[in-house]
């Protein structure tokens, strides 16, 4: 591959990259808009107001906080469980191995509709209501994948001659855990942490099948697309959830850079 | 996994870790949870779709039935709705390959380690990107007032959109509101995961192979053709299982964006809760995993896994 592009090939290759990134910019033009009936470009003034029409949205605040605490329940089971289960798979082989492996990829690899309709399903049959804490469960059990691939790629370049060495000079397996292991994974965590964070925050469709009548932030903006007096205040919410998700996405991207790539698919449906 | 399952003596070289059963302990709090709620939600789901439904009632009746398979098949709105999802799906998986694979071969072929980067960022980047917002970003650009029209307009195009909008099938009053406006949310929404795996298989061919190509005489244009795009194609064919699959599950765009024509997440969507029959649900939840095991099937003789 050592050709140089050809200018064609440049062409088109930057036409790709302006169609992903053009609808970006449009939310973030569009948050500013003057116009509050029509989708009008290029907009017909620029201003601050929707801004403070948004934020005086007392639902709004209610959708992010729910946002919120679901996405750090979701993360905190999703980094025990996606921890747990990097450990156990990192350097270990028995039989059914790849089984687990496929379990554990089961959540992203199958359509949002199917998993969120089989948890609703279940969750339903054992009594408990839909809720916050149904959200959570739903949104942990795709998580848990993020958090598996960010450890399970650090501990397999983690070598074992550290712990040997820790256990060799006298430290008891929770003291090598907290001083060698811990620290070695502290980024690998936070980074896979974060993903799955960005990943619950953003999620609606297992969100639409767990969340009974409670309303998430993106519950809450898929409703409001279909209320055309509210154009402003969703322009301005979209402009905001993107940027909720797009921040700790950068963060882990840093957190991991020069180390492995960054483990995780984005997941969508 | 066999090759890695020979390496024995990596455990008696760690006895601290050396316990047989210490993985399975560790395993046990998600294998419960993934292995046990999730997939018996999965289960539990498969069974209802062997339910039926009282026709007086419409309570759900626990009894093994295939009616409600057959009431699936033989209702040709429901054979309307899958033929609709599939042919958007597989629509949608050939232009992401063919709008990805110019793209991937630009980023593989850049040789500065530090732009590479700044490009596979640029490409994930949308992905990350909130995904309903992304869906509602296409409303602000497929509006009659919007930017495309404004374009058109501009470059005096007005007469090929309009002439775009009134062909049978893909047309419609507006972009908005036509099949073609929802292929184009839907080829946006998936297309990076296209251009990754076609980049991480392109950058797996040898520069030996197209040098060797050039070297025996072969143009640009026949070593593209001959050598790399049949080495790339296990990428191609990764991709196109996330693109073909994250479509045919998906019931947000088609609701957001498009005509009227419901796809098969709107049914499983619409038939657990407004009509409130959990098992034709079910029954539609089941058909686009069996379709997307034919298609793997089908792409794994192209060498799909081994670029995944």
């Known amino acids: ?269 | 996994m066999t090759t890695q399952g020979r390496a024995v003596p990596q455990k008696a070289a760690r006895p601290s870790f050396g316990k047989r059963y210490w993985p399975l302990l560790l395993l046990a709090a998600p294998l419960l949870w993934l292995g046990v709620l999730y997939l018996g939600s999965l289960l539990g789901l498969l069974g209802y779709s062997f339910y039926g439904v009282d026709d007086f009632t419409g309570q759900v009746v626990p009894q093994f039935t295939l009616s409600t398979f057959r009431q699936l098949v033989s209702t040709p709105s429901n054979i309307d709705v899958i033929a609709r999802t599939t042919l958007m799906a597989a629509a949608v998986t050939l232009a992401c390959a063919v709008i990805a694979f110019p793209l991937a071969l630009y980023v593989a072929r850049l040789t500065d380690p530090r732009k590479k980067a700044l490009w596979v960022l640029l490409i994930t980047l949308p992905l990350w990107a909130s995904y309903l917002v992304r869906v509602y970003a296409w409303r602000l650009i497929l509006a009659q007032e919007g930017v495309i029209s404004w374009a058109a307009a501009k470059l005096h195009l007005t007469g090929v959109l309009d002439g775009l909008l009134s062909l049978p099938v893909i047309g419609g009053t507006s972009l908005a509101n036509s099949y073609f406006g929802m292929f184009l949310v839907f080829v946006y929404v998936w297309l990076p995961y296209m251009i990754l795996p076609i980049q991480a298989a392109l950058e797996r061919v040898p520069t030996s192979v197209t040098q060797a190509s050039a070297d025996l005489g072969a143009r640009p244009a026949q070593t593209f053709w001959r050598i790399t795009l049949p080495l790339a194609l296990p990428g191609v064919a990764a991709g196109s299982i996330f693109t073909f699959s994250l479509t045919l599950g998906d019931y947000i765009i088609p609701g957001v964006v498009g005509a009227p024509g419901y796809f098969i997440g709107q049914m499983v969507y619409t038939q657990q809760g407004a009509a409130g029959n959990l098992p034709l649900a079910a029954a539609f939840s089941i058909v686009p995993i069996v379709i997307v095991g034919l298609y793997l099937a089908f792409v794994r003789r192209l060498g799909a896994f081994d670029a995944l």
Request: proline fraction near 5%; aromatic fraction near 8%; include cysteine.
């Open chain 1, 1 to 269: 591959m050592n050709a140089q592009p050809s200018t064609s090939l440049k062409l088109s290759a930057w036409l790709g990259a302006a169609f992903l990134h053009i609808p970006l910019l449009l939310i973030v033009l569009y948050a500013f808009t003057t116009e509050d009936r029509t989708y009008t470009f290029p907009p017909p003034g620029l201003t601050l107001k929707w801004f403070g029409v948004a934020f005086a949205r007392t639902d709004m605040w209610e959708a992010l906080w729910l946002s919120v605490r679901v996405a750090l329940g979701a993360t905190a089971l999703a980094l025990v469980l996606g921890g747990l289960a990097a450990a156990g798979m990192a350097r270990s082989q028995f039989r059914g191995k790849s089984a687990v492996n496929l379990l554990l990829v089961l959540p992203i690899a199958l359509p949002g509709i199917v998993t969120g309709l089989a948890l609703l399903v279940s969750l339903r049959r054992a009594g408990l209501d839909a809720g916050t804490l149904t959200i959570i469960i739903g949104h942990a059990t795709f998580c848990i994948v993020t958090v598996y691939n960010n450890v399970v790629a650090r501990l397999r370049r983690l070598s074992p001659s550290q712990l040997e060495a820790s256990a060799d000079l006298g430290a008891r397996p929770l003291q090598t855990f907290r001083y060698v292991l811990l620290p070695h994974l502290a980024t690998a965590l936070l980074a896979g942490g974060l993903l799955a964070f960005a990943l619950s925050f953003d999620e609606v469709i297992v969100t639409t099948f767990t969340a009974g009548s409670q309303q998430t932030l993106p519950i809450w903006l898929y409703g409001e697309l279909f209320k055309p007096r509210q154009r402003p205040v969703t322009n301005v919410v979209a402009l905001l959830v993107m940027v909720v998700t797009l921040l700790p996405i950068l963060l882990a991207q840093r957190l991991t850079q020069g180390t492995d790539a960054m483990n995780g698919a984005g997941k969508s449906s």
